[in-house]
């Protein structure tokens, strides 16, 4: 049971370019989010899926897009990249309460 | 909206002690949950303990206990006979069914060090 799994690992971008962070949960899990963690900080929400084709923003999704269509993958795309977009990114899954995060994507902005 | 909130940035304990995160938060919520995570160096999010707030009873998960003060929103972490394995971050967060997602939100954390 794989559970969440994050593509890739770690990542440097430079300025302008575009990217996809991969996410792909095995557990049949309605709900999918996406966290940004910067250094020192605690993880913040940059959007969130409640199932197949629906998507909504959180606290922080300036500069992002996400789709949603299938229950299993949730990608995020980064449009632009920025040095503000350095940060450690974790995808979630969860069936109510019960959340399954991914191993993080380290992505530095040069 | 929820907020959490840790106020202690680093904490330091002797291996065998015990020590206690403190946590609180803020939420307009009547059904909500809160809980632990720790984050190792490895830097993946580990469930340490869960409280549901309808429960008054204290969550419990072996040496990890909670003291959950509903009126104080207040929910602190007590570990006990601290383990060199128990040095990584600690995170407070909450959710609620809100949006009919289940969305965390968290502080900023504690960064724990066992001392052997």
């Known amino acids: 049971n794989a559970g969440v799994t994050q593509t890739p690992k770690f990542r440097i971008l430079k300025i302008g370019q575009s990217m996809t962070l991969q996410c792909a949960q095995d557990?049949?899990?309605?709900?999918m989010y996406w966290y940004r963690q910067d250094p020192g900080m605690g993880l913040k929400l940059i959007y969130y899926?409640?199932?197949?084709?629906?998507?909504d923003k959180g606290e922080v999704p300036n500069g992002y897009n996400v789709s949603r269509s299938t229950t299993e993958d949730f990608p995020l795309r980064l449009e632009l990249a920025a040095p503000s977009q350095t940060s450690v990114y974790f995808c979630?899954?969860?069936?109510?309460?019960?959340?399954?995060f991914g191993s993080g994507t380290r992505l530095t902005v040069v | 909206a929820q907020t959490v909130t840790q106020s202690q940035p680093e904490m330091s304990v002797q291996d065998a002690e015990t020590v206690t995160l403190s946590c609180t938060y803020d939420?307009?919520?009547?059904?909500?949950?809160l809980f632990w995570y720790k984050q190792p160096p490895s830097r993946q999010m580990i469930l340490v303990i869960r409280?549901?707030?309808?429960?008054?009873q204290n969550a419990t998960e072996n040496r990890f206990s909670v003291n959950f003060q509903k009126a104080a929103k207040s929910f602190s972490l007590k570990i006990s006979d601290s383990q060199l394995g128990d040095t990584a971050m600690y995170f407070c967060?909450?959710?609620?069914?809100?949006?009919?997602?289940?969305?965390?939100?968290f502080g900023k954390g504690t960064k724990l060090s066992v001392i052997p």
């Open positions: 979630a899954s969860s069936y109510s309460t019960g959340y399954t």
């Open positions: 557990m049949n899990h309605n709900y």
């Open positions: 899926s409640v199932g197949a084709g629906i998507t």
């Open positions: 939420t307009s919520e009547n059904n909500y949950y």
């Open positions: 409280q549901e707030a309808y429960k008054q």
């Open positions: 967060a909450s959710s609620y069914s809100g949006a009919g997602s289940y969305q965390l939100t």
